[in-house]
Nanobody
Framework: QVQLAESGGGLVQAGDSLRLSCAAS????????MGWFRQAPGKEREFVAA????????YGADSVKGRFTISRDNAKNTMYLQMNSLKPEDTAVYYC???????????????WGQGTQVTVSS
């Protein structure tokens, strides 16, 4: 069992930066692929970024490449999403999730946090 809690969301202006954190409980955090997803009002949940258990491989959606960076610190049971050059279209609830396999698909993730709101004003 893994419990996840996101933090770091907020209201920012276009061009600003935010860093989201995902704190995990459980001793097996380091064995999971971790991912970030987001969901805007009226839209489906979409993949943002993922990182393998050892941090050796990362994956990002085309819409965030070059702006968002995913990382993890297994010693701290924490994953991060550094978001730079934010745009109004990045506005969404951001969720972190854990999966036993490496996937970009939401259905592959077994555990989810409650989400944190990110709002980018123009």
């Amino acid at each position: 069992q893994v419990q996840l809690a996101e933090s770091g969301g907020g209201l920012v202006q276009a061009g600003d930066s935010l860093r989201l954190s995902c704190a995990a409980s459980g001793r097996t955090f380091s064995s999971y692929t971790m991912g970030w997803f987001r969901q805007a009002p009226g839209k489906e949940r979409e993949f943002v970024a993922a990182i393998k258990w050892d941090g050796g491989s990362t994956y990002g959606a085309d819409s965030v490449k070059g702006r968002f960076t995913i990382s993890r610190d297994n010693a701290k049971n924490t994953m991060y999403l550094q978001m730079n050059s934010l745009k109004p279209e990045d506005t969404a609830v951001y969720y972190c999730a854990a999966a036993r396999t490496t996937s970009l698909r939401a259905y592959a993730y077994d555990y989810w946090g409650q989400g944190t709101q990110v709002t980018v004003s123009s």
